[in-house]
């Protein structure tokens, strides 16, 4: 008989409520994975009387009672009476790092909601925490799951259309007055839209191209306390390549989500760009590929099992290349904080 893993959503905000409806629709289609339990400190959120906002449609706005889970507002708590597989962190970002060191030293396998951590330092040390425990550490850089992203690193990869000229990618969202404690917009626990939503862009900079040898980035902190809530990075590569990145939180909610990439290669491009996804080459029409269009955080977290289950390794998100990221989002912070430093990266 097919083991059936186990597992806990430890913070059930927007994203830990969409992380809820993913294992729901697993269970329903018979995939060996089980929610057991569900955590977080909000009592009201647990009893399912509070309403979730965020400006992401269709991700934890289903009405849940969570009436089918063994309920936890400690950690602790949760850890001490459940026979878990593994954990799903979906917490605010300062709390990223201690959580999971400490569900690693229990034995348990993680995945951990993005950005990995606040600073490189704390990476390193979940990566080291996962190593010493002999377990798997997973962040949710769920844009490396997105089939037109999928497709988009094939082209770059395999060099169909030549190098890649130059890229452009934006994200914008409307202000996040939703979170807890309203961590979000506090320097110090999420680090601002360059942290929490720049860093999706960030992240495919690095997993496309690698590491850029510096970066130069405009920001602006608009509301008190919290880190850089617009930032545009120039990501500057050894080949000349022209990257730049742009993303803002400076609008009211009702402006809603969207996001942008234009890629250019020696003899063809690819764009998304209201919700259409499109490949232009230099000779022949534009076209959409076949594929289908499937929630990167349904992929990422039955990626994730599938490595639990089959013993593989980690490829697709490892933890050195989303600690990465992070390296790379300290220079874009320092050299926001110095008005446009370039800021090399080592």
């Not at 809530?229 to 009702?254: F, H, L, P, R």
């Amino acid at each position: 008989m097919e083991k059936i893993l186990r597992t806990a959503v430890v913070g059930i905000g927007m994203m830990g409520r969409g992380h809820v409806e993913v294992y729901q629709r697993l269970e329903k289609e018979g995939f060996p994975v089980k929610l057991v339990a569900v955590c977080d400190v909000d009592q009201a959120k647990l009893d399912g009387t509070v309403k979730i906002d965020g400006n992401l449609d269709n991700v934890g706005k289903d009405e849940q009672t969570f009436s089918d889970y063994n309920k936890y507002l400690s950690i602790d708590e949760l850890l001490k009476k459940e026979d878990l597989d593994y954990i799903d962190i979906v917490l605010p970002t300062y709390l990223h790092a201690p959580m999971t060191i400490k569900c690693l030293k229990k034995g348990l396998n993680v995945l951990c909601e993005k950005p990995m951590a606040l600073n490189y330092k704390e990476c390193m040390k979940m990566t080291e925490a996962a190593k010493k425990a002999n377990k798997k550490l997973m962040i949710g850089q769920c844009l490396r799951f997105w089939p037109e992203y999928e497709i988009l690193k094939q082209y770059v990869v395999n060099g169909t259309f030549g190098k890649v000229v130059c890229g452009y990618f934006f994200r914008g969202g409307g202000t996040p007055m939703w979170s807890f404690e309203d961590w979000l917009r506090q320097r110090e626990k999420g680090g601002g839209a360059l942290h929490d939503q720049h860093v999706h862009d960030a992240d495919m900079i690095n997993y496309l191209f690698g590491m850029p040898k510096a970066v130069s980035s405009g920001g602006i902190k608009v509301f008190p306390n919290s880190g850089h809530d617009a930032v545009s990075t120039n990501y500057y590569y050894e080949d000349g390549k022209v990257i730049n990145a742009q993303d803002d939180w400076t609008i009211n909610g009702k402006y809603g989500f969207s996001h942008v990439f234009r890629v250019n290669f020696e003899k063809g491009a690819i764009v998304m760009d209201g919700g259409k996804f499109t490949v232009i080459p230099h000779e022949g029409e534009p076209f959409t590929p076949n594929y289908q269009p499937e929630s990167a955080y349904y992929r990422e977290i039955m990626y994730f099992c599938h490595s639990i289950i089959n013993n593989t390794p980690i490829e697709v998100t490892t933890a050195q290349s989303t600690a990465d990221t992070i390296k790379i989002i300290e220079a874009e912070t320092q050299s926001a904080d110095k008005n446009g430093m370039r800021v090399i990266i080592k």
